[in-house]
């Protein structure tokens, strides 16, 4: 015990002695242009799905909330178990199982045509259900992995975590754009038919397992040292490190699940903590975007369709990583960034609900992309700054864990936010005010989230100038002797 504590002492010092990786920039753009590649699959199905469920299948919005609350739900869980396994083996493996997964998954979607024409509308719900919950699931076998991955091949190349998770926010942005297009221009070559329509994701979810292939495939298994594959010479101060200096690494092998799970937990600090209350009350605002879909085809008609997606997706893109540079200069800008995303969701939730009209509509879609472009990646890049890119000493490597109980936590709430929205929808539907429901209580719940980072921010950790993971550092290096025996998790 005493030679991991010493092992843990100069943990920090070992971490920061440890070479850049040279590779490290280009493996975080192959991985983000497969997320961009992912993005494209995803929105080609997802941009008309809620319409085919609700004017093929004839799904009421309460039915789409919970089906889509439900897959996000299944989606974090298993990002729960997947980020626990690419600890044992390596994010590298599990982002690429993830994306094998999405990619056998997509020809579903095609297939629902034939399965409704066979079998009848029942059980072409049911085949889409299963479809959209695999999907999510394929989601979130590489999500925790992905995360973990990029918050290390980010402190490998020297870079900020912020300004990495806003790279692949822009990317994967600048695809959603392109998949939205491509669908809409798919759905008026092939006259409205949707399962043709659906067929087209199956090409960019291809190209993004062989891109992965490609930059991952040798090293996640051969090359396990290199930040990608697992705890190899990179480890120093890691398990092995410490079994060598005092047999740390027997006390880390001796924990059980439980009792890794509690460690982790104590070692959290409570910014993570705040962080992750104040993310919480803006996921429950984060309703599906099918319901944005649905308010637009309900006021403005099934034309507004094609462009309000893109109009959105544009406005992400081009912001996403100016938002990250900017939010990479300091807490104080990180944080002005922040609320200042917060308030253009509570904008255009007030456009969706109170301005039915074509202009409204727009004007709802481009505050949508400004809150995303200032908000998804920065939130991450906050998140990620609270957590271990290097192995710890005592437990080796943790971020995948750590990420696999946020995106859990996480995956609680917009479940129940989405189930939420449904209802709430239908319930201001019936009483004859359409379906804005979701939208007034998405404004309060981001209200709240506002005020919980201002009131963190004043009386917290999170107006403090935090050590982040850009140089080796995080959690790992920054919490004190005690608490590195257990290091932390999300």
Not at 28 to 41: E, F, K, T
Not at 174 to 186: F, H, K, R, T
Not at 227 to 232: Q, T
Not at 270 to 284: N, S
């Amino acid at each position: 015990m005493e030679g991991c504590a010493g092992c843990a002492g100069s943990g920090a010092d070992v971490q920061q002695q440890l070479p850049l990786d040279p590779q490290a920039n280009s493996k975080l753009l192959a991985l983000c242009a497969a997320q961009m590649l992912g993005s494209v699959a995803t929105l080609i199905h997802e941009t008309y799905l809620p319409v085919y469920l609700a004017d093929e299948l004839h799904l009421s919005r309460t039915s789409i909330g919970n089906l889509q609350g439900a897959a996000q739900l299944l989606a974090k869980a298993s990002a729960g178990v997947s980020g626990a396994l690419a600890d044992l083996a390596s994010p590298a493996r599990m982002v690429l199982l993830g994306a094998a997964l999405t990619a056998a998954n997509k020809p579903m979607y095609a297939a629902c045509g034939a399965v409704h024409a066979a079998l009848g509308a029942t059980s072409c719900l049911y085949w889409i259900a299963f479809a959209k919950i695999f999907d999510r699931l394929a989601k979130g076998v590489r999500e925790a992995p992905s995360k973990a991955l990029i918050g290390e091949l980010a402190a490998a190349s020297g870079d900020s975590p912020a300004a990495a998770f806003g790279l692949r926010q822009s990317l994967a942005t600048l695809g959603a754009l392109g998949g939205a297009l491509a669908a809409g221009a798919a759905l008026r070559l092939t006259r409205r038919n949707y399962p043709l329509t659906f067929a087209l994701s199956t090409v960019p979810a291809a190209l993004a397992l062989a891109l992965l292939v490609a930059a991952f495939g040798s090293s996640s298994g051969s090359r396990a040292g290199q930040h990608v594959g697992g705890a190899g010479p990179a480890s120093v101060a890691g398990p092995a490190g410490c079994a060598e200096a005092g047999g740390g690494g027997d006390k880390a092998a001796a924990l059980g699940p439980l009792g890794r799970a509690r460690a982790l937990l104590g070692a959290l600090r409570p910014a993570y903590w705040q962080a992750l209350a104040t993310v919480a009350l803006l996921y429950m605002a984060r309703f599906d975007a099918g319901f944005a879909v649905l308010r637009a085809k309900e006021v403005a008609g099934s034309g507004s369709l094609p462009w309000l997606i893109p109009v959105a997706m544009v406005t992400q893109g081009a912001l996403a990583a100016p938002a990250g540079m900017r939010a990479k200069a300091g807490v104080a800008a990180r944080n002005s960034v922040l609320l200042a995303g917060l308030g253009a969701l509570v904008a255009a939730d007030c456009c969706f609900a109170f301005w039915p009209s074509a202009a409204g509509m727009l004007a709802a879609a481009v505050l949508l992309g400004c809150h995303m472009a200032l908000t998804h990646g920065v939130f991450l890049g906050m998140l990620a700054s609270y957590i271990p890119s290097r192995p710890v000493p005592g437990l080796g490597r943790v971020s995948g864990t750590a990420w696999s109980l946020t995106d859990l936590l996480l995956g609680l709430v917009l479940a129940a936010s989405s189930s939420l929205a449904g209802r709430l929808s239908d319930l201001t539907a019936r009483r004859g005010l359409g379906g804005i429901g979701c939208f007034l209580g998405g404004a309060v719940a981001c209200s709240l989230s506002a005020a919980a980072l201002l009131l963190f921010t004043a009386c917290g950790d999170l107006g403090a100038q935090a050590a982040t993971d850009m140089d080796g550092g995080g959690l790992g290096a920054a919490a004190p002797a005690a608490a590195r025996t257990e290091p932390a998790v999300a």
